[in-house]
């Protein structure tokens, strides 16, 4: 770096605006008046809450099949369509974190991650071909039966609680996104919204169980595309075209695919968004219980491979849409920022704050806009209270023997269970607010948890050597670690220890009366753009550094979000193998093949091979028939 260059920073450090400084001017001046909802907005909005609350009523008290048994309840009498099934995993999986997120990813940090869409196909083929044929051959409930069945009950009772813990962390990140934005577009306070749209949720879960979520889930995926589609392509009209939206991004160094960097501290790199999310992915679909109990609720193995397809071609156009979106936001705001305007505080209200700038032209459009970041929301909610009380009441509640258990007991206690989970997670909502971005926030809170599941269920999957104490002792030591590095990070993030390189932003057609915007801009030339561009980034770049080097965190903090759950699962393979070794391996004759997965049981012909069409859910039902009363529930 020459000592001009040095010095024309120096300059900059001391007449640059910050964007506190830039945000304190402009407010103090000219107070912003924010465009909030009107009448037809909240009407659009209630109808869908009122749509969502019906279907739960319909299939508690008039549907054919009322839900008033753990079959009908958790898995829809395993006879559910192939549509809704599918309409419901996307809506489930895509949640307001991927519609409000990913634009505010894209518009901040560009393109890279965008190229996760690639890992989506992969995922895909290794769910169908390694982990779903052994679930849906055990006629299983709960996903986590598998682990009882292929160590003991100890591994299936850490899994489970691994998975609730999971979903407990999750889930009040994906309230949160959706309340964010209501209360910005309502002036409605956040902590208001939450527990008033919440319980709808709650409401419909309760009394309508698996049919209920899938339904809605089904409505809500078709308001989810509306709102989003609807948004993107009002938005390019204003930018000017698709080649405008693209042309005002790659001038200003957004587009970008092709990060080769080896260096796993580097944020996002083409490496770990395709490898790295690969595992992450896998972690949330393969051996996740909403994934198993959706497939489960096939009528047969092959309709649930189609169901996976469909939800990888739904989620890829999903994800390409919103990451074009965050395209089109820049490309609106390219030299307006609403941040360092100061009209929003978080980069997560972008897509909102866009949305209401074009409520003039299409009445309607921020309650349709709403209603779709609510829909995936709830539908994410819904599906996660289902699958915990599944999973709660089959792993935990059930196998107690001095507990006399009927269906209307069942029943029962999984509803009250949905309402108290709900409840608790309404209420971590107000950590929520505490953490960064909510891409590399939501990902490295699953991590926690994700990473050990995967690897947990793939040493047992693949593995038929590795025995029940080398899966325990690995688990505990991946949840640990990973849980160490993970809040660790988030930590040295809210500290300003850790800070990544943005793209540019601008302020320099912001209608600011009384600033003087050439202040901002006095040493550049309107004429020469680019050349302020790229001075802009190096300066940015060189501060952060300096920051940097004075409090460097530690170094497994650094490391990119990404790599968490691919970290976790080798930390299980690896413990767990040891562990294995350490305590004597399992006997490969005396394991049932049917544990084994597929894709590795011809490598151990000596694996016992069972002819039975039972899978061991029927075995386990019928082992506990006597505590039953089959007699009809009246709700």
Known sequence: MTESTVSGMESVEDEIFTTEEVTEQFTMKTPLQPKLFNWLDYSVFSVMLILSALIGIYFAFFAKHKQNSTSQYLMGGRSMGILPISMSLIASYISGIALLGLPAEIYTYGTQYSVIILSEVFVTYTMATAFIPVFYELKITSSYEYLKHRFNSKVRLLGSAIFIVKMMLYIPIVIYVPALAFSQVTGINLHLVTPAVCIVCIFYTTLGGLKAVVWTDTLQTFVMFIGIIAVLTIGTIRAGGVAEVWRRN??????????????????????????????????????????????????????????????????????ILSCYTGLVIYANFHDCDPILRGAITKNDQLLPYLVMEMSSTIPGLPGVFISGVFSAALSTMSTGLNSMTGVLYEDFIRPRKSWHHTERKASHILKF???????????????????????????????????????????????????????????????????????????????????????????????????????????????????????????????????????????????????????????????????????????????????????????????????????????????????????????
Not at 288 to 317: D, H, P, W, Y
Not at 490 to 519: D, H, L, R
Not at 588 to 604: A, N, T
């Open 250 to 319: 790659y001038d200003t160094g957004r587009i970008e695919f092709f990060n080769m960097d080896f260096d796993p501290r580097v944020r996002h790199t083409f490496w770990s968004v395709t490898f790295g999310n690969y595992i992450s992915w896998l972690a949330s679909c393969a051996v996740n219980q909403a994934m198993i109990q959706r497939c489960l609720a096939m009528s047969s193995i092959e309709r649930a491979k189609i169901v996976t397809f469909i939800l990888a071609i739904g989620i890829m156009s999903i994800v």
């Open 417 to 635: 269970s949905v309402v108290i989970i709900g409840f608790i997670c309404v209420c971590m909502v107000l950590a929520v607010e505490k953490l960064g971005m909510l891409i590399q926030a939501s990902k490295s809170m699953a991590a926690i948890t994700a990473g050990p599941l995967l690897g947990i269920f793939s040493l047992g999957l693949f593995a038929p050597y590795a025995n029940a104490t080398g899966a325990m002792v690995g688990g505990i030591v991946s949840v640990l670690l990973i849980g160490w590095m993970s809040l660790g990070t988030q930590t040295a993030m809210a500290e300003g220890k850790i800070k990544f390189p943005v793209k540019y932003t601008s302020m320099a057609a912001c209608p600011i009366p009384g600033f003087n915007t050439s202040e901002f801009l006095d040493y550049a030339d309107q004429s020469t753009e680019m050349s302020f561009l790229q001075d802009f980034q190096t300066t940015t770049e060189y501060f952060q550094s300096e920051a940097q080097e004075q409090s460097e965190p530690f170094f497994l903090y650094s490391i990119s979000y990404l790599w968490y759950t691919g970290i976790g699962v080798l930390i299980v393979l690896v413990v767990g193998n040891i562990v294995s070794w350490a305590t004597g391996f399992n006997k490969c004759e005396d394991l049932d093949s049917r544990l084994i997965s597929p894709m590795v049981r011809r490598f151990y012909p000596n694996l016992k091979i069972v002819k039975d069409d039972k899978g061991f859910g029927d075995m386990e039902k019928e082992a506990s028939i006597s505590l039953l009363d089959d007699l009809p529930i009246q709700i």
